[in-house]
């Protein structure tokens, strides 16, 4: 019955080895939203996809890509993970992408940096 | 000054009392104002939204908003030992896609 499908809930990686982060939705929203939480902090948006075209954050570091093959599926690839890297990383939908819509959001993926 | 602020608490109650969380916003023009909640290591979940002035009730919940402030606070009636969390405040608007997120509250509940 899930809607948002985050995978893996918890991902272990070395310093500067490339790490891939999954998120499936069976929501049909055409935005998908990657954000990083770190401990106590508000979640920041990294980037978000409306359908096929990718927006990026003007602050997000160039280690931070994005793919999204299909309406369902959203990646995050972290190309040479740091230490401060190390964070919650939750994925979000929305129907539309306007600002006054309510968010979905998945289980996280707790990444760690080693 | 960030866009959304929050008391970081912990904001301790006891079993059956109110919670009462506050909110506040820069963006005179924000029209949507979410209250999210996050347990310990999981993901935010949504509990309340509001688009106009006044109260709004849903269960033990009520959100108040008050745009000429530019306030929004969420009450916990009835507090119980499950309502111990983080509650995020969110602020949005129609034509921008992003939401502006507080740091949160967090709130713990004794029994």
């Known amino acids: 019955d899930a809607m948002v499908i985050q995978n893996p809930r918890y991902q272990v990686t070395q310093f500067g080895k490339p790490v891939t982060l999954s998120c499936s939705q069976t929501?049909?929203?055409?935005?998908m939203y990657w954000y990083q939480q770190k401990s106590s902090q508000a979640p920041k948006l990294l980037f978000h996809y409306y359908d096929k075209d990718f927006n990026n954050e003007a602050d997000t570091p160039d280690n931070f890509q994005s793919r999204r093959p299909n309406t369902s599926f959203c990646f995050l690839d972290i190309r040479s993970p740091g230490l401060g890297d190390a964070a919650m990383y939750l994925c979000?939908?929305?129907?539309f992408g306007g600002g006054n819509e309510k968010l979905f959001f998945g289980s996280g993926t707790q990444l760690s940096v080693l | 000054q960030k866009e959304v602020e929050q008391n970081s608490g912990p904001l301790s109650v006891p079993e059956g009392a109110i919670a009462s969380l506050n909110c506040t916003y820069s963006d005179r023009g924000s029209q949507s104002f979410f209250w999210y909640r996050q347990y310990s290591g999981k993901s935010p979940e949504l509990i309340m939204f509001i688009y106009s002035n006044g109260d709004k009730e849903d269960g033990r919940f009520t959100a108040q908003l008050n745009k000429a402030s530019q306030y929004v606070s969420l009450l916990i009636r009835d507090s119980q030992p499950s309502d111990s969390a983080t509650y995020l405040c969110?602020?949005?608007?129609?034509?921008?896609?992003?939401?502006?997120f507080g740091a949160g509250t967090t709130v713990t509940v004794r029994a």
């Open positions: 979000a939908t929305g129907p």
């Open positions: 969110a602020v949005g608007r129609s034509n921008d896609y992003k939401l502006s």
């Open positions: 929501l049909n929203h055409n935005v």
